[in-house]
């Protein structure tokens, strides 16, 4: 029994050193995830970034399909990402925003609210050219007074999901866009993303968006790029 008792406290002082840390005050991050879109296209405006006069369309439908498919990407990531002890909080669990109809503010809000440690938005593009295939990762410019606080994060957030991305689908590297024009970006105050999985336009791609296996590895990398930016692995 002694035997049994010390390999016992031999294996809890193993698990402790190889658990990753607690947040400050022992709670997880939070990664706050925005499946792009929602099941209509809202066509009223909001400003693009705080005290600004040029407005833009708050949804503009997205890719045929898109809303769907990102929607089911992103409850896959919370699972991954809850199964590795991360908190995480949707913008919308269903076709619409969860608290209604809202655009890419109350979206930036949703998240700057829960103070999230991480916002991933998560979209699947669409062209007039339908070659075009691959995945990007788009992170905010530099603007005093709107991302200068969240701009370095975001990059290098931005740099670790793409990667992870890649790895994981195999799908074309199109590389990194820093986006001065996204009301999502700009009205965020928590470091944010946004991911271009593929293009719905492309038949090849677009198979292998709406398959569930390919929708995993999205996942899966998603969630291991944000635990990297979270300092939860190697």
Excluded at 114 to 124: G, K, T, V
Aim: net charge positive; with cysteine; hydrophobic share 40%.
């Amino acid at each position: 029994m002694r035997g049994v008792l010390r390999g016992t406290l031999l294996a809890g002082a193993v698990a402790l050193l190889v658990a990753p840390a607690p947040a400050a005050g022992g709670t997880a991050p939070l990664v706050c995830l925005d499946p792009g879109h929602a099941s209509r296209p809202d066509l009223t405006t909001e400003p693009i970034g705080p005290g600004s006069s040029i407005r833009k369309i708050k949804d503009g439908g997205g890719a045929a399909g898109e809303a769907r498919v990102v929607l089911r990407i992103a409850k896959r990531a919370r699972i991954v990402l809850e199964n590795g002890g991360l908190r995480v909080a949707m913008t919308r669990t269903g076709p619409d925003f969860t608290l209604g109809r809202g655009g890419n503010v109350d979206r930036a809000k949703f998240c700057n609210r829960r103070n999230a440690a991480l916002m991933i938005r998560i979209h699947a593009d669409g062209s007039s050219d339908p070659a075009r295939h691959g995945a990007a990762t788009l992170y905010p410019a530099w603007r005093h007074g709107w991302t200068d606080d969240v701009y370095r994060p975001s990059l290098r957030a931005a740099r670790l999901l793409q990667r992870a991305l890649v790895r994981r689908t195999g799908a074309r590297d199109l590389g990194l866009f820093r986006r001065g024009d996204l009301t999502g970006f700009n009205w965020a105050n928590v470091p944010v993303v946004l991911v271009e999985t593929g293009f719905m336009t492309n038949p090849a791609e677009r198979r292998r968006l709406t398959s569930f296996p390919y929708q995993w590895k999205i996942a899966r990398a998603l969630a291991r790029g944000a635990e990297r930016f979270l300092g939860r692995r190697a």
